[in-house]
């Protein structure tokens, strides 16, 4: 059964930092493009980062270009989002999802368009305030 399970969110002050997991099962990761999201209370789900299968491509929203980073680790079947200099707007719930690429292109680029993604985790809560 494949599975996306989120883990790391937490209560952090302004400026601080927090690693996100997604770890999956049930299916190899090496064909997959994983992608975060976050849905703030009132808000739609945005797309805030995404990495392609191969991790040739990573791709941010402007609002945290600079201070997150996403990277992968097939072989540990996990996806990170390494999370700095936290800010109150960053407040939301996270999500980590996955689409199979089936181009066959290492250089293929991911999307960060909820529509194009199958599989969803539960969520995990960052909160950033003081």
């Known amino acids: 059964q494949l599975q996306l399970v989120e883990s790391g969110g937490g209560l952090v002050q302004p400026g601080g930092s927090l690693r996100l997991s997604c770890a999956v099962s049930?299916?190899?990761?090496?064909?997959?493009?994983i992608g975060w999201f976050r849905q703030a209370p009132g808000k739609e789900r945005e797309g805030v980062s995404c990495i392609s299968r191969s991790g040739f491509s990573t791709r941010y929203a402007d609002s945290v270009k600079g201070r997150f980073t996403i990277s992968r680790d097939n072989a540990r079947k996990t996806v990170y989002l390494q999370m700095d200099n936290l800010k109150p707007e960053d407040t939301a719930i996270y999500y980590c999802a996955a689409y199979r690429d089936y181009s066959g292109n290492d250089f293929s680029i991911c999307s960060q368009e909820t529509y194009e993604y199958d599989f969803w985790g539960q969520g995990t809560q960052v909160t950033v305030s003081s």
């Open positions: 049930g299916f190899t990761l090496d064909y997959y493009h």
